[in-house]
């Protein structure tokens, strides 16, 4: 596969990347046999994966999204604040949720997101990421599945962005400091 310029090097092949998935469903199967689950992506960057995830498991799947404005996908440095920019569809009181994200970086955004949900009744209530990097961590959140532990480089693919491109690659890729 040929990689766009501004990529530096291949992190997860599609095929490791397809590989994970696929292990990682097998355990959330296990944890939730015989429930029904509802799937929370945040929009845009856990698109790719929720799909993969979701066409994965074997247990019943429900699957809602929430997108929120907080991340300037040109810079690391404009992070904090978060807010609700679409809500979900529908109540997730008393159901099974799991939370979807691309990346659990510093953890705000996660950890907004895990307390905003649990204030509405569910009855469990789960993080799973395709890509967590530790190293960056300012608040701790309880990660339940995760697919990959990243270095601290900035990466884009499987859903993640710069300025809204690369998300469609299917590789997991970092990007060339130069173009940042
Ligand atoms: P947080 O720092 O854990 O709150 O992460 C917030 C959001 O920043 C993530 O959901 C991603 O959308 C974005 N983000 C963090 N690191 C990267 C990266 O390396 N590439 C692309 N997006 C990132
Ligand atoms: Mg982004």
Redesign the pocket.
């Known amino acids: 596969m040929t990689l766009p310029d501004g990529i530096e090097r291949v992190l997860f092949t599609e095929e490791q990347v397809a590989a994970r998935v696929m292990e990682v469903a097998l355990e959330i199967d296990e944890k939730y046999r015989g429930r029904e689950l509802k799937l929370i992506g945040?929009l845009?960057?856990?698109v790719f994966f929720l799909t993969a995830l979701a066409r994965a498991l074997t247990v019943p799947v429900k699957i809602d999204f929430l997108a929120?404005s907080?991340?300037d996908?040109s810079s690391?440095a404009a992070?904090g604040m978060?807010r609700i920019a679409k809500d979900l569809d529908d109540p997730i009181q008393d159901e099974d949720v799991l939370l979807v994200?691309?990346?659990?970086?510093?953890?705000?955004?996660?950890?907004?997101l895990l307390q905003t949900l649990a204030g509405r009744g569910p009855r469990s209530l789960g993080i799973c990421t395709l890509?967590d990097?530790t190293a960056?961590?300012?608040v701790q959140?309880p990660v339940d599945f995760r697919c990959f532990e990243?270095p601290d480089?900035?990466?884009?693919g499987c859903?993640?962005?710069?300025k809204q491109l690369y998300r469609n690659l299917g590789c997991v890729g970092v990007?060339n400091p130069e173009k940042q």
């Open positions: 945040v845009k960057g856990s929120i907080s991340f996908g690391r992070q978060v994200e691309d990346i659990v970086d510093t953890g705000l955004t996660t950890r907004y890509l990097r960056r961590r300012i959140v990243i480089r900035f990466v884009v859903g993640l962005d710069y990007m």
